[in-house]
T-cell receptor
Framework: AQSVSQHNHHVILSEAASLELGCNYS??????LFWYVQYPGQHLQLLLK??????LVKGIKGFEAEFIKSKFSFNLRKPSVQWSDTAEYFC???????????FGKGTSLLVTP | SAVISQKPSRDICQRGTSLTIQCQVD?????MFWYRQQPGQSLTLIAT?????????ESGFVIDKFPISRPNLTFSTLTVSNMSPEDSSIYLC???????????FGSGTRLTVV
């Protein structure tokens, strides 16, 4: 069955630390990959997406993600986190453009001053 | 990308009653998606709504509980029927961005059942 796994459920980092959140998927064929962020009390916001081409994708707010096809992974990274990055992060996958997104369970990130 | 207007933004409902959530899109889209986000949880797909055909429901969701209408290419409704406190969640509609490949989400409906 198609699935999306986020291995880190809760992450606590100090400001300026580096961040890497794991995302693995189980899908056959071509996939479209996304990372969304949800700040406390706010709506989902797209951080970045990958459809094809360069597997290293840069998004907003200094985030980037790398698609590694052989590992079925799409990990999110940021070299230096800020307190304002405290939020819930969701990895999502669709099997084809236009089809529904399948979300991982999310990773709660807390950045301490 | 498309813009979605979702109503109501929030509601408090008595158990046993029903609530209909509306999503209006500013452009024609083939598929619309309805999600539920329970407190502290991720988004779970309820169903996919295509215009002119019955919605396709995901495992664990049934039409009697979550009837969906899709009368045209810009509008859809989701009804949460015979509500119980377990239905307290945020409900969101979404559309795909077609050629852009992205997805747009409505602002969500925060439902509390008492």
């Amino acid at each position: 069955a198609q699935s999306v796994s986020q291995h880190n459920h809760h992450v606590i980092l100090s400001e300026a630390a580096s961040l890497e959140l794991g995302c693995n998927y189980s899908y056959g064929g071509t996939v479209n990959l996304f990372w969304y962020v949800q700040y406390p009390g706010q709506h989902l916001q797209l951080l970045l997406k990958y459809f094809s081409g360069d597997p290293l994708v840069k998004g907003i707010k200094g985030f980037e993600a790398e698609f590694i096809k052989s590992k079925f992974s799409f990990n999110l990274r940021k070299p230096s986190v800020q307190w304002s990055d405290t939020a819930e992060y969701f990895c999502a996958v669709s099997s084809n453009s236009g089809y529904a997104l399948n979300f991982g369970k999310g990773t709660s990130l807390l950045v301490t001053p | 990308s498309a813009v979605i207007s979702q109503k109501p933004s929030r509601d408090i409902c008595q158990r046993g009653t029903s609530l209909t959530i509306q999503c209006q899109v500013d452009s024609q889209v083939t598929m619309m998606f309805w999600y539920r986000q329970q407190p502290g949880q991720s988004l779970t797909l309820i169903a996919t709504a295509n215009q002119g055909s019955e919605a396709t429901y995901e495992s664990g969701f049934v039409i009697d509980k979550f009837p969906i209408s899709r009368p045209n290419l810009t509008f859809s409704t989701l009804t949460v029927s015979n509500m119980s406190p377990e239905d307290s969640s945020i409900y969101l509609c979404s559309v795909s961005g077609g050629g852009t490949g992205g997805y747009t989400f409505g602002s969500g409906t925060r439902l509390t059942v008492v």
